[in-house]
T-cell receptor
Framework: GAVVSQHPSRVICKSGTSVKIECRSLDFQATTMFWYRQFPKQSLMLMATSNEGSKATYEQGVEKDKFLINHASLTLSTLTVTSAHPEDSSFYIC??????????????FGPGTRLTVL | QKEVEQNSGPLSVPEGAIASLNCTYSDRGSQSFFWYRQYSGKSPELIMSIYSNGDKEDGRFTAQLNKASQYVSLLIRDSQPSDSATYLCAAPQTGFQKLVFGTGTRLLVSP
């Protein structure tokens, strides 16, 4: 149980184009999903918290107009990197929140999407 | 002070030994704690959750929580080279849905 998928796993695009990444919870419903970015040999960096049916909450320093998040259903959140540039090249990882039987929040990660902008 | 702190390592142990990974946290309101394993180039994988003081065992893994000392640890018994990875400690930020992650401890298990 608690499987999260991401698509695509890898994408290469030209500078100036937009890229959409999908995150799905396959065997549970997730009212909350999270989007992270990780540069090589660096820590996970939370970009935003995505809540189903409402606007995402972005972390300080993350441009909401550049990283568009949509959480239209209880199993799907999307991240669109608009007008991507080489500095946006990174490993993008989503996670989905599952409330355990004890009432605690657990997060399960998708496999990640490696974005390369040429 | 960082909210969740870990020694970055690397922690080197020989195969078959016990690896001990440590984490401290600053938010006394934290009620749940998580250990994730992240292999190089992969996403984090949840391996242990612990919510109450004491020990919790799952196979070769034991998580230990001491809320009074604000200390969480992960013990890996009979370490294998396949355990070589970065181990991330995480706790929810009180009042928020998000997790706060430590920077991770890199574990190297040598054959």
């Amino acid at each position: 149980g608690a499987v999260v998928s991401q698509h695509p796993s890898r994408v290469i695009c030209k500078s100036g184009t937009s890229v959409k990444i999908e995150c799905r919870s396959l065997d549970f419903q997730a009212t909350t999903m999270f989007w992270y970015r990780q540069f090589p040999k660096q820590s996970l960096m939370l970009m935003a918290t995505s809540n189903e049916g409402s606007k995402a909450t972005y972390e300080q320093g993350v441009e909401k107009d550049k990283f568009l998040i949509n959480h239209a259903s209880l199993t799907l959140s999307t991240l669109t990197v608009t007008s991507a540039h080489p500095e946006d090249s990174s490993f993008y990882i989503c996670s989905a929140r599952l409330i355990s039987s004890g009432g605690y929040n657990e997060q399960f990660f998708g496999p990640g999407t490696r974005l390369t902008v040429l | 002070q960082k909210e969740v702190e870990q020694n970055s390592g690397p922690l080197s142990v020989p195969e078959g030994a016990i690896a001990s990974l440590n984490c401290t946290y600053s938010d006394r309101g934290s009620q749940s704690f998580f250990w994730y394993r992240q292999y190089s180039g992969k996403s984090p994988e949840l391996i242990m959750s612990i919510y109450s003081n004491g020990d919790k065992e799952d196979g070769r893994f034991t998580a230990q929580l001491n809320k009074a000392s604000q200390y969480v640890s992960l013990l890996i018994r009979d370490s294998q080279p396949s355990d070589s990875a970065t181990y991330l400690c995480a706790a929810p930020q009180t009042g928020f849905q998000k997790l706060v992650f430590g920077t991770g401890t890199r574990l190297l298990v040598s054959p």
